[in-house]
């Protein structure tokens, strides 16, 4: 098991920052505004689960699907989305998707037929969302991404895409799709056309592409590069992409070669990124790394999210209990609250 | 694009039992000492033994064996899949499996899967608990499972048959012949076994899927014996083709091949005051990971080793005798994740025996020599007082250890070369009282381990094994056996075995997760005329799945019954029907074991 941690901690480890927003118009129920923390669980034994907070997590519920359906989640959650008032549980061991009321966790449908490993859902139309898939994670020719109808909650079709298909961002005229590479590694962006619907570029950034954000126009990319282990130990990099000039890439800024960052998030003009223990934030407008960390974490992250004015982080700790959720106030780093949540806690879904 | 999931990965388990062993004190004779190997029964007499009975073992998987005759711990990912014993709370890496005197653990992985081993060849099974590194080096910590192969030199000759049939398209045959005259010693015995294995979990509308298996296993025993002189060969070839089923809530389609390939040649020298046993010994473990079984890529590992050693029994009165050991062994690992590494590794042992009136000791002492690693020097005291003829005190006390396995140290990415031996101190005190019709055997032990490599997450992405760990053992163990002879007819017995362990981290003050605190068997027998009823209730408590103790899988009782007949000395037959109740239980988490399933044994002997 520890050496399927130690997998999932290579592929998954590298979660993605941009935040899920979904506003509800329906009445409010309990899960109505606030933060529901996907607990991924250990490889093979069924535990993951989803606990929710208030978004300064003053209070935190744990296990609230198993809860309100009265049945277990499944094996291995990645990732939670929201679409048409409903929050879709992405549930990579199991191949399933869990489809909840996004205010009350009951239980809507499950979409099983059509997934194989799937990573993210986005959300592109009114009706319509992709899911990211890795299909045989020893295959590297199978990837794809399904393409949900969340008006009947089935998968209708699929796009075939690259290797290792993981976190989706997008902006009003495209969606972006980052290929770290499953179980081995990749260097593309795919761009999907949000009004052709149809793949109409792929970008070739670094080694491990880990998290994007759009802003103002550009695509920020960061890639982890890869690990020392692989005995072709690649720098990190963060990359600027163009988005009104065929996604050129405008900038590339390069780490050391023994620095691997991870977690891209935006607050504001500022970006910020996490490193061996510290939390780096530099503008949209610099030109160069910062050489200065913003703060540190006393522990490992296993994923950080802005949201906000708000920095998440999530902690596995020994990933065989339950893991933590520390929220520090962005304009001066200082701990808001660090609650236990689940084992091995990865997404977070913001709501309201 | 190559992928390795480890095969068995590093657990922490718990528990183990004992019962039926012998005070006699005619086990003090010297002409059986004379002959003992390291693994004979009686360099064990301190110790707290549970001999396997060889006939309910014919057609039996080990963990089978085991959960149906001691309230040892098995962790099994469900049924036939990769199973390991945990003894006094210990993980699968401390509990050595011993084959003919030979430790057979994986240098991969530190562990042996139990049901690689088919233990119906065999002619001795028994689990001695307590440390025991003098005699079999790494990782004998929790304690050991010895199975041998016995050379006799007497006139038989036998054949037997054993089929067994049951649920989930289950099928097994075993065959062996044995046949002897006071020179020449032969065995044969050849098994295959096939499974659907598509069983339902109970509760759920989920079938086993992907856990179907086949397998074959062979061995082969000769022995000769010209005047003061014996040679013989003792071999045994298994190959396994597993599935890997699925999870109750992930599905799977993996497979894994597993080869063995264990042979031992030996020269026997008998004289009146000593005796020499030289063996050369050939291992071979081999193993093929499919994560997809209808790709065509997979993960390789193979493991070899190359052992040459002499033991020298030295006893000029009966009330002594000094054994001198002395072996090099040479082992090479290869592997997809690992790369090729070997490790050379010399071992001398000295074990002192003595026999006086009310006292028997042994002091052992053993010293490992590697180029790689610095091994502590070990050490073992055993006391024995049998005070009176149904009564004895034993005492043991030993110092034990275990090497990293080769991935601990050599694993892309994160295996830790400078990794240190685990070290660990075991005591046990117990009190047996034996008669005919009634035993009692009582035992509390209390283990503490040190520098236990444990796999840590790293800053780096990925995980790393270190000397991290420091981990009390300790516990109880009680078994009691009454017989009844009610009427010329009737036989009645009744056996309970009950282990209490507690193993808690000392960092956290924690339980070790994976581990029940509780185990407990009660065996029924009713035997009328040539009708044998076995009524088994097994309960086990409940397992912490966490290092916070705040999850665990549920404690459960399950009932086992069994009817068999005796149709004289050529055939039998035996009914079983096992967890009677359908009661849903899992000793791992989300790996469900089956339901209420049946089984048929046909037996034909000549």
Redesign the interface.
């Known amino acids: ?7 999932l ?2 592929s998954l ?2 979660s993605f920052t941009s935040c899920k927003k979904h506003k509800t118009t329906e009445a409010e129920g309990e899960f109505a505004s606030g933060v529901f923390i996907v607990n991924e669980g ?1 490889f ?4 993951a689960g989803i606990s929710f907070a208030d978004k300064d997590f003053s209070k935190v519920t744990n296990n609230v699907f198993e809860t309100v359906n009265n049945s ?1 989640l ?3 959650a990645q990732s939670i989305g929201f679409s048409n008032g409903k929050a879709y549980i992405v549930v990579t ?3 399933k998707i869990e489809v909840v009321e996004d205010d009350t966790m009951e239980r809507v449908a499950t979409i099983s037929s059509g997934l194989t490993n799937p990573r993210y859902f986005e959300p592109i139309g009114e009706h319509t969302a992709l899911v990211t898939c890795w299909g ?5 020719t199978d990837d794809y991404l399904a393409i949900v109808n969340t008006n009947s909650d089935v998968v209708s079709g699929h796009i075939s895409v690259g290797l290792g298909p993981e976190k989706m961002v997008k902006n009003d005229d495209y969606l972006f799709v980052a290929h770290k590479g499953a ?2 590694t990749n260097n593309k962006v795919t761009v999907y056309d949000l009004v052709l619907r149809q793949i109409v570029n792929t970008i070739t950034v670094g080694d491990r592409p880990n998290s994007m954000v759009v802003k103002d126009g550009y695509l920020w990319v960061l890639c ?1 590069g890869e ?4 005995g072709n130990e690649t720098a990190g990099q963060l990359f600027k992409i163009d988005l009104n000039n065929n996604f050129n890439i405008e900038t590339t800024f390069d780490f050391d070669t023994t620095a ?1 960052p991870d977690f891209l998030s935006v607050s504001g003009n500022d970006l910020y990124y996490y490193l ?2 510290k939390i780096y934030k530099m503008n949209t407008g610099d030109t160069t790394l910062p050489n200065q960390e913003f703060m540190t974490y006393n522990g ?1 992250a296993y994923n950080m999210e802005i949201y906000d004015g708000k920095l998440y982080i999530t902690d ?1 700790l ?5 893991g933590s959720v520390s929220v520090y106030d962005l304009s001066d780093g200082h701990l808001i609250n660090q609650k236990t949540v689940g ?1 091995i806690p990865g997404d977070l879904g913001f709501h309201e | ?1 190559k ?4 095969f068995l ?3 922490i388990f718990a528990t183990q039992f004992m019962s039926g062993q012998k005070l006699s004190r005619q086990k003090y004779v010297l002409d059986s000492v004379f002959i003992e190997g390291i693994s004979s029964k009686s360099v064990f007499e301190a110790y707290p033994v549970t001999s396997l009975p060889d006939s309910v073992s014919n057609t039996l998987s080990l963990p089978e064996l085991l959960a149906q005759n001691t309230a040892v711990f098995v962790r099994e990912y469900g049924k036939g899949m990769l199973a390991g014993i945990s003894l006094r709370g210990t993980g699968a890496a401390h509990t050595q499996i011993v084959w003919n005197g030979i430790p057979v653990n994986s240098i991969l992985n530190g562990q042996t899967d139990l049901n690689t081993f088919s233990p119906g060849g065999f002619d001795e099974i028994f689990v001695k608990k307590g440390g025991s590194s003098v005699s079999f080096g790494s990782g004998a910590i929790g304690g050991v499972v010895i199975l041998n192969d016995k050379i006799t030199f007497s006139k038989k000759f036998k054949i037997a048959n054993y089929t067994k049939l049951g649920s989930f398209k289950t099928g097994i045959n075993r065959f062996k012949i044995i046949s002897g005259n006071q020179k020449i010693y032969t065995k044969f015995s050849f098994q295959i076994q096939k499974s659907k294995n598509d069983y339902i979990y109970p509760g759920y509308n989920i079938k086993n899927e992907n856990g179907e298996y086949q397998g074959w296993d062979f061995a082969l025993i000769n022995g000769l014996k010209f005047r003061k002189h014996q040679l013989y060969v003792k071999s045994k070839i298994s190959k396994l083709d597993r599935e890997t089923s699925r ?5 799977q389609n993996g497979k894994l091949l597993t080869g063995n390939t264990y042979l031992l040649g030996g020269w026997l020298w008998q004289n009146k005051y000593f005796d020499s046993r030289t063996e050369l010994v050939y291992l071979n473990e081999n193993y093929q990971y499919y ?2 079984k209808n ?1 065509p ?1 997979n993960s390789q590992s193979k493991a070899q080793t190359l052992l040459a050693r002499n033991l020298i029994n030295i006893a000029r009165k009966k009330s002594y005798k000094l054994m001198i050991g002395n072996e090099i062994s040479r082992q090479t690992g290869t592997g997809d994740n690992t790369g090729k590494h070997i490790r050379t590794n010399f071992a001398s042992f000295l074990i002192w025996s003595q026999y006086l009136n009310k006292l028997n000791y042994q002091l052992k002492l053993r010293q490992d020599i590697n180029p790689g690693i610095k091994i502590p020097l070990t050490g073992a005291i055993a006391l024995s007082f049998p005070f009176h003829s149904t009564h004895r005190l034993r005492f043991n006390a030993s110092k034990n250890f275990r090497l990293p396995t080769f991935n601990d140290l050599y ?4 295996g830790n070369p400078q990794l240190q031996p685990e070290t660990s101190y075991g005591v046990d005190a117990g009190y047996d009282y034996q008669r005919p019709d009634f035993e009692t055997h009582i035992t509390f032990f209390y283990i503490d381990s040190r520098n236990l490599i444990k ?3 790293g ?5 790393h094994p270190e000397n991290f760990e420091s981990v009390q053992y300790s516990g109880m163990e009680l078994a009691f056996v009454k017989k009844f002879k009610i009427h010329k007819n009737w036989a009645l017995s009744d056996k309970i075995n009950f282990n209490y362990n507690r193993a808690v981290n000392l960092k956290t003050g924690k339980f070790l ?1 994976y581990t029940p605190q509780i185990t407990g068997l009660n065996v029924f027998n009713v035997t009328y005329k040539r009708y044998h009823f076995v009524y088994r209730y097994r309960y086990q408590g409940k397992i912490y ?4 103790n ?2 665990f899988l549920p404690a459960y009782p399950l009932h086992n019954v069994s009817l068999a007949f005796d149709y004289g000395k050529h055939f039998d037959m035996q009914l079983n029907i096992n967890n009677l109740l359908n009661t849903y239980y899992e000793n791992v ?3 469900p074991q089956p339901g209420r399933y049946y089984e048929i044994i046909l037996n034909f002997k000549i």
């Open positions: 098991m520890k050496r399927i941690n130690l997998l901690a290579l480890i590298i250990n093979g034994q069924g535990n277990a499944g094996d291995q061991g199991s191949s045989d994670p020893t295959d590297n179980w081995s982890s690990p020392d282990w692989t691997h061996n223990g490992m596995a020994d990933y065989q209990q339950e084992i | 694009m992928h390795q999931l480890l990965p590093v657990f999870t109750l809530y992930m599905p994560f997809n790709l890529g694993w892309i990415p994160g796999w840590v997450p800053n780096n992405q990925y995980w997760p799945t966490t290092t916070s705040t999850k988490p989300s790996r």
